[in-house]
């Protein structure tokens, strides 16, 4: 089985063994099966039902490359092989065409074939319903670089990470502020108030009120079943006799009594301050918007 294998050399051969110069060429070639039917508009046509046309191989530098192929002619394709991590023009595997601009020379690149449904570019995100890694996008888990693979790696590690990819997983995305890096994590799903949480706020007043009656009632000594206001035992207060003014039956002295006269139903005036408890349990709040659970992707290349 023969394989085509046309790249610049070979195909000046083949023009020059077949008489074709490209400043003269005016009738339509064919290479492959149905050789005498030829597309007229087609200055070379190839045509195979099993075979296919294998482009130049070459390594770009960059974007900018005009080393690798010397002054590279405007809209010159190649095949890149090469993977560059500069972080500025740099290339992937890909077809690749030269756009020379004649007003501006300093803008001629290489320019990228791409598929039209994929023009990601590395590092860019993106929420999807997959579960799994997909042409070129990877799960935000947290797994270790070392275990994607070398293209992936090598874009991961121009993106700034060098042990694992940023985990995603339960958490919202936000725009990064002056003082942040990219790839920092922070926030809670839950949090709990404490005191610090709250206003720092002094309540003050007063207490005021009566306490309940306990109705008419009368007071015993807590010692002895009497009251003494002098003496040394009770009916002696060292001289026989009682003292003060009160008669011998009233308090102390040689007289006593076991109950003081009740008063009558009355109320006791009360002040002072109190701890009143709030009756909560510290229950955490949930501290999350209404969501939609989805994954978090990372483009890094095919």
Do not use: C
């Amino acid at each position: 089985m023969k394989y085509i294998y046309i790249q610049a050399s070979i195909l000046f051969s083949l023009f020059s063994i077949t008489g074709i110069v490209a400043s003269a060429q005016t009738t339509a070639q064919k290479i492959g099966t149905n050789s005498t039917i030829k597309e007229a508009s087609a200055l070379l046509e190839l045509e195979a039902s099993n075979k296919g046309f294998l482009m130049t191989r070459v390594a770009l530098t960059s974007l900018t490359d005009v080393t690798t192929i010397n002054s590279p002619a405007n809209a010159l394709m190649v095949y890149n092989t090469a993977t560059t991590t500069s972080g500025t023009n740099d290339v992937t595997p890909g077809y690749y065409y030269y756009n020379k601009d004649l007003n501006t020379p300093a803008n001629s690149k290489w320019v990228k074939l791409t598929d039209s449904q994929n023009t990601s570019a590395s590092g860019d995100l993106k929420n999807s319903f997959k579960t799994a890694d997909h042409a070129g996008w990877f799960l935000l888990d947290g797994r270790a670089i070392s275990t994607l693979p070398a293209a992936a790696q090598a874009a991961a590690n121009a993106l700034g990470f060098s042990n694992n990819l940023p985990d995603a997983r339960d958490r919202f995305l936000k725009t990064k502020s002056s003082s942040e890096n990219l790839g920092d994590k922070g926030g809670l799903n839950s949090l709990t108030l404490v005191l610090a949480n709250l206003p720092n706020v002094t309540f003050s007043g007063t207490i005021s009120g009566t306490a309940a009656s306990a109705g008419a009632h009368s007071h015993t000594p807590s010692q002895g079943n009497g009251f003494l206001v002098g003496g040394t035992t009770v009916g002696n207060n060292g001289s026989g006799n009682y003292t003060g003014e009160s008669t011998a039956q009233a308090w102390g002295g040689v007289g006593q009594v076991a109950n003081t006269n009740s008063t009558g139903a009355h109320t006791h005036s009360v002040s002072g301050s109190a701890s009143v408890p709030s009756g909560g349990s510290g229950t955490a709040l949930d501290n999350r918007s209404p969501y939609l659970v989805v994954n978090t992707f990372i483009f890094l290349a095919n």
